[in-house]
């Protein structure tokens, strides 16, 4: 077809050039799209995001049994949680300043804004995600923490399209809301083993 000249009975040959250049264009443009897709700027790997709940339950990170290669998620959410538990009676107030003295020493480990390593093949990072309301299930509640942490975790997908994200909790509501918004869920109680984990976190 392009190489047909003007005598032939196909597309007149002037409008050859003009067509090749109205492909390669399109082209450009499809290239640029792709290009700028999270899928071609991340580098993929494991990550999970752990409610509060999870972190009580277990407070030393380092004896989480992740399988694998995995970046652990603190969201703004969760510290703002804990911050309050802090001064909380019982058991609760304890271990609640533990974890945040535990993220105090890995931050003077390194910056876990860019990632600290905790143990084997876990990493720890802090990211400061504020979630869009606008573009996850309506009927996440933004006034809710554990929906805030549910979109910090969508947000964290839809950042890194390659990314597999997973939210760790042990609490049945937290876990049912998850598996609305079709994220995967992964419970605390098969990071830990009954060895190694405290008394549940109320």
Known sequence: MLEQDNGS????GASVE??????ENAVAQVVTIVENLPTANYHGGRFIVPDTNAFLWQPDVSLWDTGGPVTLVIVP???Q???RLKTRDGSVGPKATKIINQLNEFDRR???LEGVKVAGDLWL????????????PPWLDSSSADDQIIASALELGFADLTAQV???????NMKNRCRMAQLEVVPIDELVSAKTS???AP
Do not use: Y
Request: no cysteine.
């Open 18 to 23: 003009s067509i090749k250049e109205s492909v």
């Open 9 to 12: 009975r196909g597309a007149p």
């Open 125 to 136: 990072r802090e990211i400061a995600i504020q979630p869009s309301f606008e573009s996850v």
């Open 77 to 79: 959410q969760v510290i």
């Open 198 to 200: 405290h008394d549940p």
């Open 110 to 112: 390194g910056n876990t």
């Open 81 to 83: 949680e804990l911050d």
């Open 166 to 172: 997973a939210v760790v909790t042990r609490d049945r």
